[in-house]
């Protein structure tokens, strides 16, 4: 007879079912699971529970079988943490049998963990479920202390501050730079818990500055005291305000007055010392004055200086600090007058004057002449009216042709009518005929038209 012996491979336990997590915070996480589904053995000697972090071992449980046939020495298992690290718990085997928990403590919040379970069983450690979760952010545990200023230059500074640990998450730090009025408080920000300076730019130069800094995540956010104020090292002056050139001050063609303004007072970047005034033309040397600051404010710096009429002068002024250090030049060229440029625009203007008073003369004698022209017509007419009805009855009448011509009458034609000739009477009245009905009632019309 023959036998046939069929040997199986070893197994080990399958990983637990159901792993989950139950409770998530900043610092914790609790999990649970139940027991594998098949163990491949007759006991299941306990279980292994490790945290990691980016492989490292933050934390490992091991739960021993206190009333089983064997057991195991974690020390004989493959893949174990530190025991630095390890924490041991005794439990029966109807509670090993039940759905199962444990929760890691004291963790660092919004990191990612690693949590493996394995069962162990006299084959040794099984096979691991596997689960990555995620603590959850907290505010910074204290604000930025320690905050100080360095390395200051003209518009630049550095900032540097300290933070206690643990990471609170994904933290940001915004860099609060409050400035002397009238110049703008800036704000600058940077990402990463570990950063620990910045570098502030874009300032006014020699200008007065405090500053906080302000760690912020997702949950909250804490702020630092304010520093001393800083202020940034000072630098060339800017432009002065207001130039002015004003020619012939007085009617003196001999002289131009030049004033100005200090510089805008975030354009003054430091202290100012004097103002130099450079002046020249083509025939003389340049000229230099110098005008000590003064610390009024809105004080304006007048200088007066000889010209001679009608030349091209180039004027330049710009302002000196304390520390020698030359400003932004304002240059002007101005041409200076002369008197005889002057007299000659002023008889322009009189002969202007003159023309404009001959029209309106002009104008005036055009109604007069026609509003007289009126009355003498309406004088005349009214004296017609009074001596037609007397001459008309005694005397013959003698016409004289009008001054132009048309199908009736001929140029400077004159003729005699006798008033006793129906006929001629007849047809003398062609030109009284032409008249409208209106204008033949009034007689005095058609006298008028006979006087001319």
């Not at 069962?119 to 952010?137: C, F, H, K, S």
């Not at 008309?392 to 004159?414: D, L, V």
């Amino acid at each position: 007879m023959i036998y046939t012996c069929i040997i199986h491979d070893r197994e080990v336990s399958d990983p637990p079912s159901d792993l989950q997590t139950t409770v998530v915070s900043s610092r914790n996480i609790t999990i649970k699971w139940n027991r594998p589904v098949n163990t491949y053995s007759e006991e299941n000697y306990g279980y292994v529970i490790q945290l990691k972090n980016d492989s490292e071992c933050v934390k490992e449980a091991v739960y021993r079988c206190s009333n089983c046939l064997g057991t195991f020495q974690p020390l004989e298992l493959k893949g174990m943490c530190s025991s630095v690290v390890r924490d041991t718990f005794s439990k029966t085997k109807s509670e090993l049998d039940d759905l199962q928990t444990y929760q890691f403590l004291n963790l660092q919040p919004d990191t990612a963990y690693t949590i493996n379970v394995a069962a162990v069983t006299n084959l040794g450690r099984g096979n691991a479920a596997t689960i990555v979760q995620t603590t959850y952010e907290e505010a910074p545990q204290s604000p930025p202390y320690n905050v100080e200023v360095s390395d200051i230059r003209t518009t630049s500074f550095r900032v540097s501050w300290r933070m206690d640990e643990p990471r609170p998450g994904q933290t940001n730090f915004t860099i609060t730079v409050f400035a002397d009025k009238p110049a703008a408080t800036k704000e600058f920000s940077t990402k990463g818990f570990a950063t620990r300076s910045y570098i502030v730019q874009g300032l006014e130069e020699y200008w007065g500055y405090s500053v906080t800094v302000t760690a912020v995540t997702s949950v909250g956010a804490k702020t630092s005291d304010a520093t001393l104020q800083y202020r940034t090292l000072p630098a060339a002056p800017g432009k002065v305000s207001n130039f002015e050139i004003t020619d012939a001050p007085g009617g003196n063609y001999t002289n131009m007055q030049i004033s100005w303004n200090a510089p805008a007072i975030l354009q003054r970047n430091g202290v100012i010392k004097d103002y130099s005034l450079i002046f020249s033309s083509s025939k003389n040397i340049p000229e230099k004055k110098i005008l000590a600051h003064t610390f009024v404010e809105f004080h304006i710096y007048t200088a007066t200086v000889d010209v001679i009429p009608g030349e091209i002068y180039s004027v330049e002024v710009y302002a000196t600090n304390e520390q020698d250090l030359k400003g932004a030049s304002t240059t002007k060229f101005v041409q200076a007058p002369t008197a005889e440029k002057s007299r000659t625009g002023s008889d322009c203007d009189g002969a202007k004057n003159s023309i404009i008073i001959g029209v309106v003369l002009g104008a005036l004698l055009l109604i007069v002449s026609t509003y007289a022209g009126y009355a003498t017509l309406v004088i005349r007419r009214y004296k017609t009216k009074q001596e037609v009805p007397e001459s008309s009855k005694t005397r013959t009448k003698q016409r004289r042709g009008p001054i132009y011509g048309n199908e009736t009458f001929m140029i400077g034609e004159t003729e005699e009518i006798d008033s006793s000739d129906p006929a001629a009477v007849r047809h003398s009245e062609t030109e009284y005929t032409r008249l409208d009905e209106n204008t033949k009632d009034d007689k005095g019309t058609y006298d008028i038209i006979q006087a001319m």
